[in-house]
């Protein structure tokens, strides 16, 4: 499996891309606890997100705050924009205006 070299690590939990999967994972060990779909938007300069889950077992721990905000980092410091179709996503992103900017929203289309 090959894994994006960016991680962030917080114990034992941390967050990959997964490029072959079209996703973003929250791993803990070997098992993965999350993770945050994608497919590719218009002319390749944006991601589509449309799904984010993370396993009942590890709510509450702000893993999936943790996981948006690494692949809104990501994909904004590749210079590419986001369209948040995942009701998640698009939540995190009305009260975190750092990503404005790169936002396309899905009713604008």
Known sequence: MTQSDEQTRSDEIIVVHAPERHRYELRDGDAMIGFA????????DQLI???????P???GRGLGGRLVKFLL???????TRIVPLCP?????LRRHHDYDDWIDWAEAA
């Open 88 to 92: 998640y996503i698009a939540a995190y």
């Open 37 to 44: 779909n994608y497919r590719p938007g218009r002319g390749g």
């Open 49 to 55: 997100f449309d799904h984010t889950v993370v396993d």
């Open 73 to 79: 980092d990501e994909v904004t410091g590749a210079g």
């Open 57 to 59: 077992g590890y709510e």
